[in-house]
């Protein structure tokens, strides 16, 4: 399960925790952890829920409408109050014969994907084509950006599950860490740069995805000594080097809504040193200078680092006051109480339990 499937299903697998009447439809191959209530779009007749108005519908997909073609057989009766459709790869116009579908339901479609549609398309048309939609935003520059066009905007950012204290460790090893896709947008070849002019070892861990790219960039550069490249490892290996690690470097030269290993790192009290591209980054939300990291800025037209800018950039970080605030602020439960209970009970839809 990769970064964007692994995050949709634990907010469906948290707001089931927390006594939400939620079904989850995925894709064809989407893989879920058994014991969950959910519908499977080659597989409609799993498990049906009985009629109730109070429940949700959150569908994941990461495919173009296609895959939505089968969520049109679902019984009008079955359709809860909030519909959630949470994709990555979908077009705004994809959302069109389903908002028709689910008339009578407030459709609230989460934005992944860049948002420049919304400088062609006036924003009267999208108000016709959508008059009971909401657009979600994962941070708070994409939710600004929208609202000012006018747009009716929802802020329902991810969260993450804090690891064990017992996963903590308050000094760590003299190493760097970089982990993510070896390809161009996740700009691995800046880390190395940035290990190169600051002194500092450095880790990469990754799937290649781009192999010329790796051949070029990345793998002149691997000497075995201060830059080491372990490719893709298993989960415990990944975390178990990243909750040693000094600080996670992070580049990003493309649009990252909510970018994963920003909060894996912080779960784990590790202070993240980077920068994203993109004006509506998730990681101008997450990463706040010289208390969980620091930005470095580099040049967006060479992808060059001024190192001559950045000789304070490794402060000396408080790790246990990242973990705990990044537990206070980002894990999933006291992200549902602050940003999706309000929200879902202006609609009348509230957990059966008491959070």
Same mark, same amino acid.
């Given at each position: 399960?990769?970064?964007?499937? $692994? ?7 948290? *707001? ?20 969950? %209530? ?31 073609? @089968?969520?049109?057989?679902?019984? %009008? ?14 077009? @705004? ?17 989460? *934005? ?7 400088? &062609? ?26 609202? $000012? ?7 329902? @950012? ?22 993510? %896709? ?25 799937? +290649? ?17 201060? +830059? ?58 997450? +990463? ?12 967006? &037209? ?18 246990? *006051? +990242? ?33």
């Amino acid at each position: 399960m990769g970064s964007v499937e $692994k995050v949709a299903f634990q907010r469906f697998e948290k *707001l089931t925790e927390m006594g939400y009447n939620v079904n989850f439809i995925a894709p064809i191959g989407t893989k879920l952890k058994e014991g969950y %209530r959910y519908y499977s779009i080659n597989k409609l007749s799993v498990d049906p829920i009985p009629n109730n108005r109070t429940k949700l519908h959150w569908m994941y997909s990461t495919g173009s409408f296609s895959y939505f073609g @089968p969520y049109m057989k679902i019984p %009008r009766d079955e359709i809860g109050k909030i519909v959630i459709f949470d994709g990555w790869r979908l077009e @705004p116009w994809d959302f069109i014969p389903l908002t028709i579908k689910f008339h009578g339901s407030t459709v609230v479609n989460i *934005l992944h994907p860049p948002v420049v549609f919304v400088d &062609k398309t006036p924003v009267k048309v999208f108000q016709l084509l959508y008059k009971n939609s909401i657009w979600g935003a994962l941070n708070t520059r994409i939710f600004e950006y929208m609202a $000012k066009l006018g747009y009716d905007m929802q802020y329902l @950012p991810n969260g993450i599950t804090i690891p064990s204290e017992k996963m903590f460790v308050r000094e760590p090893e003299n190493f760097f860490i970089f982990f993510g %896709r070896i390809e161009p947008v996740k700009a691995p070849h800046l880390a190395i740069m940035l290990s190169k002019a600051t002194k500092k070892p450095l880790r990469i861990f990754g799937r +290649i995805y781009d192999r010329v790219y790796f051949d070029n960039m990345i793998r002149p550069y691997i000497d075995g000594e201060q +830059i080491k490249f372990f490719g893709e490892v298993p989960y415990d290996v990944l975390f178990d080097n990243l909750r040693r690690a000094s600080a996670t470097f992070y580049f990003s030269s493309s649009y990252d809504p909510f970018p994963s290993v920003l909060l894996e790192s912080l779960s784990y009290g590790v202070p993240v040193i980077g920068d994203s591209l993109s004006p509506l980054s998730g990681f101008h939300d997450l +990463i706040i200078p010289k208390l969980n990291g620091n930005v470095v800025k580099f040049n967006k &037209k060479s992808l060059k680092l001024p190192y001559n800018e950045n000789s304070d950039i490794f402060s000396n970080f408080d790790r246990t *006051l +990242i973990y705990r605030d990044t537990s206070l602020r980002w894990s999933w439960i006291n992200v549902i109480k602050k940003f999706y209970r309000p929200f879902f009970s202006t609609y009348g839809i509230n957990p059966r339990i008491e959070m």
